[in-house]
Structure formats: structure tokens, C-alpha cells
């Protein structure tokens, strides 16, 4: 099991880093096995966060009026992580956004990671259910405030170390940092037909925005 590490988690107002914002980046910094350095920290967006947003989140427009903006907190994340690996639950995701985030100010982040919702398939395949709250009632881990970005940092941490306990000596492949691949698109606006179909889609699915 990694003893050094940074940990971390993202709340978007989407799924996509091509047309959706990070609007708030939760890590922790664990140095021999103990946490050592946090970040919480709310962007502001460019674009109101919708109500669906806020009804899984809990964060409103009002929480991120007076956060700093994208390029300045992602910078700051940046240097945060220094060389560190990065864990997170389907760790892929938040990094596609980290990554487009990075790009977009001209930087460059390249991270090794372990995905401990990757761990989860390989190892606990009888469980329905692998996200992040499902293991967590599973191995009693308390999570404070789920969908809020440190607390799943806090709970993924918490998490890789009980997987680690329980399998790494029978799976040792999986807690072996591998190098993250994302392909990062040039950001662009949304166009009509693309504004249109999220309409439509919204409207099936009787999502108000």
C-alpha cells in the first residue's frame, strides 16, 4: 500500500470537460499513511449551476458567487499535487476534467493513478452496486458529506486503504500505479444541435433547468 499519495475528488456541472466546469476540487495530501495537507475549494463557474446539480451536490450558485476563478484554483491544485500518484473512485473522470483544466491554461499534467472503483469490479464482483457509497456502507466508512468533494476524497482514502488490507497481497496488480491516458478536445461552444438535443433530452427525462 502507498504510503504518499494525494487523493482527491470533483464536483462538475456535468459529465462532459468539453462543455461543463469543475466547480469544486476536494484532495488530501497523505504523507506516511496520515494526512498531511487538505484542499477544499469552490470555482466560480462560468455558467449557473442547474438544479439537478444542486440537488446532488448540495452546491448552489450562491455557495460558488464569491470562489476564485477556474484558472487560478486549478493552478493552485496543480502545484498541490506536486509528483505525487493520484487515487481516486473512477479516477478517470475526475482527471479527464483535471487534465482539460490544466490544458486550457497551457499547462501540462501527467499523474500516475489507482482507481479504487477499478479495484472494487476486480475484487468484490458479488456487489450490485460498486460506487462510492455503496463501499462505503459496505465497509462501515463514514462519509460525512457525500457528493461533496473532500468528504469522497476523504472516504475514497479510506476506502483504497481497507481494499489494500484486504487484497493487495492476493491482487498486487491492482494497487500498482498505472499512467493515465486522456485525450484532451480543444474547448469550444456548445452548438445549436448539440443545445438542442440536451433540451430534449432534459425535457424526457423531466429535468428542469
Avoid: W
Avoid at 488530501?28 to 438544479?51: C, N, T, W, Y
Avoid at 450562491?62 to 493552478?75: G, K, L, Q
Avoid at 461533496?148 to 481497507?162: G, I, V
Wanted: hydrophobic share 40%; proline share 4%; with cysteine.
Amino acid at each position: 500500500m502507498l504510503k504518499s499519495y494525494v487523493c482527491f475528488d470533483l464536483e462538475t456541472t456535468g459529465l462532459d470537460p468539453l462543455y461543463n466546469e469543475i466547480i469544486e476540487i476536494g484532495a488530501l495530501k497523505v504523507r506516511d499513511g496520515k494526512v498531511a495537507e487538505r484542499f477544499m475549494e469552490f470555482i466560480h463557474p462560468q455558467e449557473e449551476i442547474s438544479p439537478m446539480i444542486t440537488n446532488l451536490t448540495g452546491i448552489t450558485n450562491e455557495m460558488v458567487a464569491n470562489a476564485r476563478p477556474a484558472d487560478t484554483v486549478i493552478s493552485d491544485f496543480l502545484e498541490f499535487c506536486e509528483d505525487d500518484v493520484l487515487i481516486g473512485h473512477n479516477v478517470g473522470f475526475d482527471y479527464s476534467f483535471m487534465k482539460s483544466g490544466a490544458s486550457n491554461l497551457g499547462l501540462t499534467f501527467e499523474k500516475f493513478g489507482i482507481d479504487t472503483f477499478k479495484i472494487a469490479q476486480r475484487t468484490l464482483k458479488s456487489l450490485p452496486s460498486k460506487s462510492l457509497s455503496s463501499l462505503c456502507e459496505y465497509y462501515q466508512i463514514e462519509n460525512k458529506a457525500a457528493h461533496r468533494a473532500y468528504y469522497d476524497a476523504l472516504a475514497t482514502a479510506k476506502l483504497y486503504q481497507t481494499l489494500a488490507h484486504y487484497f493487495e497481497s492476493s491482487e498486487p496488480k491492482l494497487f500498482v500505479p498505472e499512467k493515465m491516458f486522456v485525450k484532451v478536445k480543444k474547448q469550444q461552444p456548445m452548438t445549436k444541435k448539440q443545445k438542442a438535443y440536451l433540451k430534449d433530452l432534459c425535457k424526457y427525462h423531466k429535468i428542469e433547468f
